[in-house]
């Protein structure tokens, strides 16, 4: 093995755009060497052996490897492990932390890098005996590759599913340079092949009835000691078949309430926008610490200073969904080893563009040093039980060393070195996103004015679907109860209030290890399931120092959901067949009393249910340290008077839901 570390630089040479994966795919050359280029550093051959698919898979927050295996592989490191080398290894996890959004931008860099090194190799192989005008066009496309995205976002998503291109079922028909064509053997974007041994610590999870917390039913098993290739939704097999039906099926949306699909992972996506362009004094941490992750950290201590909670959610929040929208039993459902999946990287691509779409348009919303209290002390941000070289509780802020990825001076990465793309920023990136919506075009390496910014928010509001008087206008029927439900709250300046309208968010944390493995809530009305809440975890026995020291502590994270306009009219009209209509407190306990929950495994087995129907007993009452936190608030909405974007205003909180409702469902019963 080479004792020469692989260093993290990107592209250099020109900043060009990373394209959604359907983009990428028309463009032939560029097509061409990508799909080449992803299936030669997936072979074991492979050198340098750093940049190898499997070695880049090990350096995501993927942790039951032996800290002898990840030696082999980052051998060179500069500072190396915190003590002596043993079969355990703390991994380098930074989920439900401030470092989430930044850790993973060169993370996905590494496999850019990776892939146009081989590109420009493979390039200058296709075209060798070929004319200087053929070799150029291909050489220009391989240095103008960057890695692709998947946007799951897009309308698409919600009428098809996943994109036909992810499948395995596809064939990869290239077009080379001399005219002929090549079949690819396998589709190199629907599955990894596992090397021959793989790495120690690959772990099966079985189910048996020993574990009653486990998010699966008795008997079934994610094989991944034994599957020599990643799976998405495979069946209970150790030669399973894939279930993309129940991928599309949970993508799309076929009824015009459910928001677990597509419209749900797009509002979540939306509400990161509705942030004010500009905060209030000591405002700009909080707000990138609510952005940034499910465990919202300071939020205590942002409440006790009179702050605005905006309730706009995390990014963490649909990054986690969509892990197991695509897993089921599979690897994507387990941080322990979705790194090998390709699409991994396809879904963190389009999480770093929702990041650099967002610090585009909100640049001085940042980490710093910490957050202040109304005292003014410093509060810094901490990292529970560490990780691979960080000591358990380690306080973490913008110059925080982002391990393993070194730059070419051997020099960690750190959060302050990739924040924002645009051309001037001390540490380039050699990438850029680009985004045309309603004639605004948007490039995030470009520099922005002032005035553009208002501009560039109503556009990605619209881009993601938050259009406040569209939706007045297609679901909006004045009802009498709305202003009784009306608070003091005054618009923002140069703001005008939407009329006969009020959002409804319903804000809910759970336990992010409630079970032995990742699990999400469901909040249901009439039984269609309108919004998740999801935490992706690892199992009992990961060695992952970070999700270990979060399960002590009993962490628990945070997501919103916007409750669908349609199902607040359901709700609205409920309250107008009673005898007092215009009566708040009525509204109150009717818009209560309309939700039920429940909590599912991976798989769709559900583990326990809340409803205003039934009370649990003694026997199977759920944990009330397992019991989800959810409750309901509404707001005003308001737009402004030039641009158009929107906020909200004029909060008020209805209380808790489904207080003492929870009920466990046993083993043996689960279906």
């Not at 001399?178 to 099966?204: C, I, M, S, V, W």
């Amino acid at each position: 093995m080479s004792d020469i570390p692989y260093f993290i630089h990107g592209r250099p040479g020109g900043v060009y755009p990373r394209l959604e994966v359907r983009e990428l795919a028309k463009i032939n050359e560029q097509w061409t060497l990508f799909n080449l280029s992803l299936q030669r550093i997936q072979q074991a051959e492979y050198k340098p052996v750093a940049a190898k698919f499997i070695s880049l898979g090990l350096w995501d927050p993927w942790s039951s490897v032996s800290a002898l295996e990840i030696r082999k592989i980052r051998s060179g490191d500069p500072k190396g492990a915190p003590g002596p080398l043993s079969s355990e290894y703390g991994g380098y996890c930074n989920h439900a932390s401030i470092l989430f959004p930044t850790w993973h931008r060169p993370y996905v860099l590494a496999l850019e890098q990776s892939i146009g090194e081989a590109a420009l190799v493979i390039a200058g192989e296709l075209t060798e005996e070929l004319s200087d005008a053929v070799k150029k066009i291909w050489i220009t496309a391989a240095q103008q590759l960057r890695w692709p995205y998947w946007d799951w976002t897009d309308p698409s998503t919600g009428k098809e599913g996943l994109p036909a291109l992810l499948k395995p079922h596809v064939a990869v028909v290239l077009q080379l340079p001399n005219g002929t064509q090549k079949h690819l053997e396998y589709n190199p974007l629907a599955t990894y092949r596992f090397e021959n041994p793989r790495p120690d610590g690959f772990q099966n999870m079985e189910n048996s009835k020993d574990d009653g917390w486990s998010p699966f039913q008795v008997g079934q098993t994610a094989y991944f000691k034994d599957w020599t290739s990643t799976y998405r939704w495979p069946t209970n097999s150790l030669r399973p078949e894939e279930q993309y039906a129940s991928i599309d099926d949970l993508l799309t949306d076929d009824d015009k309430n459910n928001r677990y699909g597509w419209k749900s992972l797009r509002s979540n996506v939306a509400h990161l926008f509705t942030f004010p362009l500009a905060a209030g004094k000591d405002e700009d941490p909080f707000i990138w610490d609510e952005f940034s992750n499910t465990t919202f950290q300071s939020y205590k201590t942002k409440i006790a200073r009179g702050m605005k909670d905006y309730k706009a959610g995390s990014v963490e929040h649909p990054h986690n969904s969509v892990h197991l929208l695509l897993g089921g039993l599979g690897h994507m459902s387990n941080n322990d080893y979705a790194g090998f999946d390709p699409i991994f990287y396809l879904h963190h691509a389009n999480i770093d563009r929702i990041l650099a779409l967002w610090e585009y348009i909100y640049p001085n919303y940042w980490m710093g040093e910490g957050y202040r209290d109304k005292e003014g002390k410093l509060i810094k941000f901490v990292q529970p039980d560490g990780n691979w070289s960080e000591k358990p509780d380690a306080t973490v802020d913008e110059s925080s060393e982002l391990e393993p990825y070194r730059n070419d001076s051997n020099i960690y990465w750190t959060s302050n070195d990739v924040h924002g793309l645009q051309a001037d920023e001390g540490v380039k990136k050699w990438y850029t996103y680009t985004l045309t919506h309603n004639q605004v075009s948007i490039d995030v390496s470009k520099p922005i004015q002032e005035a553009d910014r208002p501009i560039y928010l109503k556009a990605l509001q619209d881009y993601f679907g938050l259009d406040i008087l569209a939706s007045r206008l297609k679901y909006g029927i004045s009802h009498p109860i709305i202003p009784a439900l009306r608070g003091n709250g005054i618009p923002p300046y140069r703001f005008e209030e939407v009329a006969d309208y009020r959002h409804f968010i319903i804000v809910a944390d759970i336990l992010e290890h409630a079970y032995t493995g990742s699990y999400r809530l469901e909040i249901l009305y009439n039984n269609i399931n309108i919004g998740v809440v999801t935490s992706l975890a690892r199992g009992l026995d990961t060695l992952c120092a970070g999700c270990q020291g979060r399960r002590e502590i009993k962490n628990r994270i945070r997501g919103t959901i916007a409750v669908h306009q349609q199902v607040v009219n359901q709700i609205y009209s409920l309250v107008e067949q009673s005898d007092q209509p215009n009566q708040e407190d009525v509204f109150k306990e009717v818009f209560k009393l309309a939700f039920s929950a429940q909590l599912v495994g991976p798989t769709g087995t559900v583990l326990a249910t809340a409803s205003n129907d039934d009370d649990p007993t003694e026997g199977n009452a759920l944990p009330e340290e397992k019991r989800p936190n959810i409750t309901i608030h509404s707001t005003s909405a308001a737009t402004h008077e030039e641009q158009g974007y929107c906020l909200f205003f004029d909060d008020k909180e209805y209380g808790r839901i489904l207080e003492g409702k929870w009920i466990a469902i046993p083993l043996e019963q689960r279906v």
